[in-house]
């Protein structure tokens, strides 16, 4: 059986985080990323896994291998039916937390991945989408 193109998970818990780092791994290899590249991608997942189950109250992630141009990457979406972001630049700049953070998340997430796209409306939630490319 070919192995599946896509998928979810529920990002809840702090289990969940783990489980979507986990998720994140396996994809990684079976598409023969570097490890260096596999850690970059396991790391941004963890850190937009972490900021849906905290400030989004739980989400999910969504997986795609995706395929462009002759190169195969990995897409994740990380969708959270939370309070939105009210200043997406504000959030995004290093050290900058609402809470008790260190503000390097979404800065940081950005920074490990090749496209970086959020989504957030206030009320209705926020999605990030991050694109890794081999
Ligand atoms: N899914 C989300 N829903 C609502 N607000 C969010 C979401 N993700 C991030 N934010 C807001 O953006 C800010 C910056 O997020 P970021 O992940 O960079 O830092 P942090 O979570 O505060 O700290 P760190 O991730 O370094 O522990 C957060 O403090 C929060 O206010
Ligand atoms: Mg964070």
Do not use: H
């Not at 997430?109 to 959020?118: A, G, M, P, T, W």
């Amino acid at each position: 059986m070919a192995p599946a193109l896509s998928g979810s998970m529920l990002v809840l818990t702090e289990q969940d985080i783990v489980m979507s780092r986990q998720l994140v791994r396996k994809l990684t290899q079976e598409l023969k990323f570097s490890l260096v590249d596999q850690t970059k991608m396991i790391t941004a997942a963890s850190e937009l896994s972490r900021n849906a189950v905290v400030y989004g109250g739980g989400g999910e992630m969504r997986w795609e291998i995706v395929n462009q141009g002759g190169r195969t990457g990995l897409r994740l979406a990380f969708e959270d039916k939370g309070p939105g972001i009210a200043d997406v630049d504000l959030a995004l700049r290093d050290g900058w937390t609402s809470g008790k953070g260190l503000g390097m998340g979404l800065s940081g997430s950005k920074r490990l991945v090749n496209d970086f796209e959020i989504k957030t409306v206030l009320g209705e939630g926020t999605c990030v989408t991050i694109t890794r490319w081999k």
